[in-house]
């Protein structure tokens, strides 16, 4: 059920000298070995990038389409084998499982119909001259995706890297490989020319650090962490390379008093809990007018509490582990720390059981502003809900942190509407839903949560650069 993991370079696959084990964190057993790249691989990696890009940029854009389309069309076939790795090696519910595989092929379809569209202009100039603007593709693309979605998050960086022209090197995360493994397979498969796409696994610091600095990578395009995108955004700045950063998030639901309390909170507490809460968008900070406050954070406690958690394989489940054994400890620390500082624990708070990454569905009431977890991502299942006393208070509260990747908001009050369009501070604003992007829309933050834009029209154009051409029919 589980494929043999090997690094795919310049065409073919490759083991290493060194490896480490991938878990399957709802059992903590060993599910393979993980090949660490050397420096020599990444070389050989980077090399065949090179070569890929002079063939690929080449290459039409109704080609390159083709291409693509073809490995998506496999991706969909294969959703059910890609779907088992996913659960087996990251926890969440095969259901969802199911659901990312389409995802992920939703993006590459999506930015395959978009490379048929780069469209340049033609500028009016004086006669005898013509100005013209060419949209090229960058060069060569060093990716790297995070743990949470191991096949919907590479997807979204090798569908714009290829779809604009571009060759790419992906460093996929270590916890969750066989997503992105499944991606290269499918490419293989549907005849992508060699080293237009390298998978790379290995030490994060190690693989980042070599490739940066080269000179034909022309563009770093991460999702993680705000601190580790700080981290790469340095290392590019030093040698003049762009960056795509999708960063973390801390996203505010504003709930007002007009709309439907009940369905909000279950709407809250089911999203809450997808994917372990381990989503950069995921509902985490949860702001109740007053008048509501008590029967939304009833509504919303008691589906927390109902929530089915076990092992992803068991359709009957809901909510699977976290995806390793860091989560636990650092989840326990937040609640501890709400706790002690006046919070109100309605439910959870603890780890699960005594084997797997487990924890509880944990709901904070009336968290004061100086606990840690109103500044501080958690990243997993707890959500807290404080009661506010008008939009304004809301609004205030939502931006008041660094992040701005998504908010929420639930009113069906026009003036409320445009207040919340106008006024919160987020890359990603969804009013009566908790649906953050889908891939004909562009998705990315404001603020400490990252710039660039990966999906929609925007998509493309961080893998592109701009040419302007000045053609004079004489010399001038």
Request: proline letters at 6%; one cysteine or more; aromatic letters at 6%.
């Amino acid at each position: 059920m589980y494929p043999e993991l090997k690094l795919f370079i310049g065409g073919t696959w490759r083991k290493t000298g060194r490896d480490i084990p991938v878990v399957n964190p709802a059992t903590e057993e060993e599910l393979g070995r993980l090949p660490c790249a050397s420096v020599k691989d990444l070389d050989d990696a980077l090399q065949s990038a090179v070569e890929g890009f002079r063939l690929w940029r080449r290459t039409s854009p109704r080609e390159r389409a083709d291409t693509i389309l073809r490995a998506a069309a496999l991706m969909r076939q294969r959703q059910e084998e890609i779907a088992q790795s996913i659960t087996l090696e990251h926890g969440k519910p095969l259901k969802q499982a199911r659901l990312e595989v389409i995802r992920g092929a939703e993006f590459f379809e999506w930015d395959a119909g978009e490379a048929m569209r780069t469209y340049g202009r033609i500028i009016p100039a004086a006669q005898g001259h013509k100005f013209a603007v060419h949209h090229q593709p960058v060069g060569v693309v060093a990716a790297f995706s995070p743990w949470n979605f191991p096949m919907s998050q590479p997807a979204r960086k090798i569908a714009g890297a290829l779809a604009s022209g571009c060759s790419v090197i992906l460093k996929a995360a270590e916890e969750t490989p066989a997503g992105a493994l499944h991606i290269a397979k499918a490419f293989e498969d549907a005849g992508l020319p060699a080293g237009v796409l390298n998978l790379v696994f290995g030490e994060p610091s190690e693989i980042s650090g070599h490739l940066i600095p080269q000179d034909p990578v022309r563009l770093v395009a991460f999702t993680g962490s705000t601190t580790v995108g700080r981290h790469l955004t340095t290392l590019a700045a030093r040698h003049d390379t762009r960056v795509l950063m999708e960063l973390g998030g801390h996203a505010p639901v504003i709930v007002c008093e007009d709309t439907d309390v009940q369905s909000a909170a279950v709407s809250g507490a089911v999203r809450k809990m997808r994917n372990a809460g381990q989503v950069c968008t995921s509902p985490t900070r949860f702001f109740a007018h007053e008048s509501i406050f008590g029967a939304y954070a009833a509504g919303f406690v008691a589906r927390a509490k109902a929530t089915v958690v076990g092992n992803g394989l068991d359709a009957t489940v809901e909510m699977g582990p976290t995806a390793n054994d860091r989560r636990v400890p650092a989840l326990s620390d937040l609640v501890e720390d709400a706790v002690a500082q006046g919070a109100t624990l309605a439910t959870g708070g603890s780890r699960l059981g005594e084997r797997g990454y487990f924890f509880e569905p944990t709901v904070l009431l009336n968290v004061p502003e100086t606990a840690r977890i109103m500044r501080e991502e958690p990243f997993g299942p707890v959500a807290v809900i404080n009661s506010v006393a008008s939009l304004d208070e809301a609004i205030d509260l939502a931006n008041s942190v660094p992040y701005g990747l998504a908010g929420y908001a639930f009113t069906n009050r026009a003036d409320y509407i445009d207040r919340l369009i106008d006024e919160v501070e987020v890359g990603n604003l969804s009013i009566n839903t908790l649906e953050a992007s889908m891939p004909e829309t562009p998705f990315g933050g404001v603020k400490s949560s990252g710039y660039g834009r990966e999906g929609g029209t925007e998509g493309l154009e961080n893998y592109m650069t701009v040419k302007n051409v000045w053609h004079s029919a004489g010399i001038c």
